[in-house]
């Protein structure tokens, strides 16, 4: 019968860690979908706005309206910059947890590599003592 790993507490929780990981680049990469579909929408808004806004200047607009469409689009300009800057973020903090989830994974590698060492040595052990046991019994009976 093989022992058990030594370490197999600390694959265990490497394996926990990395599982949690992955669940968080998950969410990560959920986020960062969504804060790229906002700068998505904001910018096909304001195209649309600023097409709006060149069809009514063709028809004639005064100055208040000419106003009230720049200083709109002024706004739409400041949200998409500010969108844009929150997409960044989002791609930063997507990177750092990719980059946390393969040192995890790389942890639990390296573990694993421990672990089936262990296990092929076990074996190597458990056969030798086996083949001994079977060695001792052909000679017990060669000399009865």
């Known amino acids: 019968m093989t022992e058990r790993f030594p370490l197999q507490t600390l694959l265990d929780l490497a394996n926990s860690r990395m599982d949690d990981a992955a669940r968080k680049l998950g969410e990560l990469?959920?986020?960062?979908?969504?804060?790229?579909e906002k700068l998505t929408r904001l910018?096909?808004?304001?195209?649309?706005?600023?097409?709006?806004?060149?069809?009514?200047?063709?028809?004639?607009?005064?100055?208040?309206?000419?106003?009230?469409?720049?200083a709109f689009l002024g706004k739409l300009d400041d949200a998409i910059a500010q969108q844009q800057r929150v997409v960044s973020d989002s791609k930063q903090r997507t990177e750092r947890?990719?980059?946390a989830w393969v040192d995890e994974r790389n942890k639990v590698k390296a573990f694993d590599t421990l672990s089936h060492r262990y296990q092929a040595q076990q074996a190597r052990k458990e056969a030798k003592r086996?083949?001994?046991?079977?060695?001792?019994h052909?000679?017990?009976?060669?000399r009865d």
Do not use: C, M
Request: glycine share 6%; net charge negative.
């Open 29 to 36: 990469i959920a986020s960062e979908h969504a804060v790229e």
């Open 97 to 99: 947890g990719q980059q």
């Open 43 to 70: 910018v096909d808004y304001r195209k649309e706005y600023q097409a709006r806004f060149v069809e009514t200047a063709r028809n004639g607009i005064g100055p208040d309206a000419w106003r009230n469409f720049s």
């Open 130 to 136: 086996e083949q001994k046991l079977t060695d001792e």
């Open 138 to 142: 052909a000679a017990k009976q060669f």
